[in-house]
């Protein structure tokens, strides 16, 4: 066959043929590419899964989240941090340095002085006033009382005013100085007495009813809170709002001690409770699970927290002989935070007569209570005679002062 006669043969017996179409053939490839693209990226997913699920397991064994790094060394803590002694319904707890053990206490050094008693020829506070003051005590005189203040500077001064004694005695609570150092409040028959600190000018605000005990301050440094044993009164000594009456009744506490502001711990319906002040009085902020037999003496609210002495139920933690554990409760009022207590026991006599139960010094009722603020994280307590600072992010506890006066108040001066 000749070449020539090639070519029209081919074109005769492909004419019944379908003619291919470039465009589906390129559509065809394309869509096969992505079949093979998605069967590729499939097995990466599934790759990568793989990988996280191991990831997540091992986190699960180990105890680490995905991505985080365990640690190679402990957390570290501030200089001088004591551990604690265990937890008392969830919360760490410390154990007090022993009863006779506070003269050997690291010193905290406050315009106090140590040991405080008395000043001896106090200047008087009209002609020389105190800026912001420190502490309060009372000096008797003859059937009355008359206000000592102690400024910021160490340097005392009296206030040429004579107090009458109330229900309880001396009529000195320790909520008595205002938040900003300037005046102080006292609980007197009938009334209430503020004194300011720059001018020695005194108010006196009769009040509804004759047995008043305690006060204590709102935050604002305008109002203050008068209680007695059955009837609280918020009381305006400042400038106040529109309208705003002198004196407002509120709601009560179950002591004359419990009106604080701007929280107050106490039991509500026989739990222990976080109170929240509000304008008519106070409001469940959240139960406590701590064993509360007895609040005593005042809530002080400082940086997030508000702290209170209790009278414990028997402490499986801490046992003692003679009386019940006395604890200090320092209660973040941001259910986030931590809470933290310290522990007031007994201390075992160093030679217990043989066959008889170990006798122990127990701090009785009314020995201890809180005093204030010396700074944000640092707690003033009144302990059986002593001034004592407790390090709430240490754990540490220091000597103040001895305490040589019948009462004491501190105020924002404390601090120098």
Known sequence: MRREEVRPLLERVTDDLPEPDLADAAWSGGLALQRKQRRSTAIVVLVVALVVAATVITAAITGTRPGVVPPDRPPTHPPGYV?????IAGMDFWIAPPSGSERFLDRLATPLGD???LP???SDLAIEPIEQIAAVVLSRLGDGYEPILLGSDGLWARANRLLDPIATGAPLSPGAISPDGRRVAFPQPGHVVVIDSMTAEGMRIPLPTGDVRSVSWLPDGERVLVSGPTATYRVLVGTGGNGERLITSLHTGTT???ATAPYRLDNL???ATLLDYVESGWTADYPLQLPVDTWVGQTFTGDAVAARLFVAYPLPQVPTVASRAQVFAAISTLRWQPSRLLVLGETPHPTPTPGSPTPAAVRTS???QMLGWYNEGTALLQVSGWVLAWELRTGQVHRV?????????VGPGIDG
């Open 269 to 271: 319906e026989g739990q």
């Open 401 to 409: 002062a001895a305490l040589e006066v019948d009462g004491l108040a």
């Open 83 to 87: 551990p604690p002694a265990g937890q």
């Open 115 to 117: 040991p405080l008693r």
């Open 120 to 122: 001896d020829d106090p």
């Open 256 to 258: 004359p001690d419990a």
């Open 366 to 368: 009314g020995c201890c």
